[in-house]
């Protein structure tokens, strides 16, 4: 059971180029949510989803797209990176039941130079 | 308002000692709560859930103030290892998945 997997764990990209998270859970958890976290600051709320084909915008959606086409997977896409989204992004998942909190994966480490 | 707002600290205490965090939320909807811990650099990891007035697991204590809108975690009997930082997570009503996070209080024990 390897709970929430992300990769890449580092990434170093190029100002405008544009990538893909992965985020891969194999728990069959209904929601998932992406996070991004700066120094120094509490985690924020990207995009989530509470089902395959579903998906919603958080507190900080701009220059980020999601898509769940499986209940499986939540990849997270930059479209043209910029320096600001340099940052740890987390992905994770959970049941969604009320007692359920949520399992997160390692983390992916960005820098946009 | 935000909707969770914590202490940020940091909170200095010596091994042994018992230290309260509070955590007060802006949503009274909110039916379920989290309390998480992050160390530096690493993931979130589930601490305690509360979903009613309060729960307890070891020497960690987590009591729900429905009324005045906050939650608290005791940490009893501090130990080096229990440095990090402990998040605040309300659930609002009907579980739209849309988890917002406090910023987090940073425990600091000392030999």
């Known amino acids: 059971n390897a709970g929430v997997t992300q990769t890449p764990k580092f990434q170093v990209l190029k100002t405008g180029q544009s990538m893909t998270l992965q985020c891969a859970q194999d728990m069959n958890h209904e929601y998932m949510s992406w996070y991004r976290q700066d120094p120094g600051m509490g985690l924020r709320l990207i995009h989530y989803?509470?089902?395959?084909?579903?998906?919603d915008q958080g507190e900080v959606p701009n220059g980020y797209n999601v898509s769940r086409s499986t209940t499986e997977d939540f990849p997270l896409r930059l479209l043209s990176a910029a320096p600001s989204q340099t940052s740890v992004y987390f992905c994770?998942?959970?049941?969604?039941?009320?007692?359920?909190?949520?399992?997160f994966g390692s983390g992916t480490r960005l820098t946009v130079v | 308002r935000k909707e969770v707002e914590q202490d940020p600290g940091p909170f200095n205490v010596p091994e042994g000692a018992t230290v309260a965090f509070n955590c007060t939320y802006s949503?009274?909807?909110?039916?379920?709560f989290f309390w998480y811990r992050q160390d530096c650099r690493k993931e979130p990891k589930l601490l305690m859930s509360v979903y009613s007035s309060g729960n307890e697991d070891g020497r960690f204590t987590a009591q729900l103030n429905r009324a005045s809108q906050y939650i608290s975690l005791l940490i009893r009997d501090s130990k080096l290892s229990d440095s990090a930082t402990y998040l605040c997570?309300?659930?609002?009503?009907?579980?739209?998945?849309?988890?917002?996070f406090g910023q987090g209080t940073t425990l600091q024990v000392k030999p």
């Open positions: 997570v309300p659930l609002g009503s009907g579980n739209t998945g849309k988890l917002i």
């Open positions: 989803s509470v089902g395959a084909g579903i998906t």
């Open positions: 994770a998942s959970s049941y969604g039941r009320r007692k359920d909190g949520y399992t």
């Open positions: 949503n009274s909807a909110s039916q379920s």
